[in-house]
């Protein structure tokens, strides 16, 4: 579809990259030419829309590329979207993984984490590459439920004193494939602004010290007034505190 370019890798090989750097050519270990590709091809569904938009639409502005409002000299966002990227092992090992957020429609939501800071729900959903072999689970269906998010999918095992969210918490791929989309991550976004805060004002730096009983109530508590902890489901509240 027009929002992938699913031809090439963004990023160059190890060997490449040190190739890049080794011979004085460092250009962020990132392969050009396929950012390059990508460009054209978003000037290709450009174009296309602006070509068989409706009629209607033949004097509006909604279909042209903005250079003031991108802030680049050729209309495309600065940055590409990157669906992947690396992602943390949580305290003591800790990885969300998709058992946690799927089941049977019985189930009605996923695990109930105690340290739960946020919810979401949204489907698997993988954009493959082109030309690329995955493994037999990448392939199934997995059919999720409401879910939790816990306190320890935004830590790192060798880490204190580090908030790690986005497509970097420590979740499995499966997972950051259903967590990724804006509304989730705009609960986990103020969530993580909780913690921040409150580590800051009781002088808290390590993740064990938040994870004690006492301190994760206080951060639930402020959680609730910023985003939702709990889901509604035919009347009834899961879980009901």
Known sequence: GGNDYRKEFFFLSLS??????????????????????AERQAYGYHYWYRKNSPAQWANRTVLVRSVPAAGTCHGLA??????????????????MNITTISGHARDLHGYIF?????????????????????????NKYYPILP??????????????????????????????????????????????????????????????DMLEEAHLKRVQALVKIFTPMSWTINGTRYPDD
């Open 16 to 37: 490449d990259a040190q190739h890049q750097r080794d011979t004085n050519q460092w250009q962020g270990g990132v392969n050009l030419d396929a950012i390059q590709n």
């Open 78 to 95: 600065k940055m590409p979207y990157l669906r992947e990227s690396r992602r943390s092992i949580g305290f003591g090992d800790f990885l």
């Open 114 to 138: 105690e340290d739960r800071l946020c919810i979401g729900a949204y489907d698997v959903d993988v954009h493959p590459m082109q030309q690329c072999t995955y493994p037999s689970y990448m």
């Open 147 to 208: 879910y939790y998010v816990p306190l320890r999918a935004m830590t790192n095992r060798d880490i204190d004193n580090l908030i790690v969210i986005g497509k970097t918490m420590a979740q499995s791929f499966l997972v950051n494939s259903a967590t990724r989309l804006h509304p989730v991550e705009f609960s986990i976004g103020q969530a993580a602004g909780v913690i921040g805060a409150y580590a800051v004002q009781n002088k808290l730096s390590k993740t064990a």
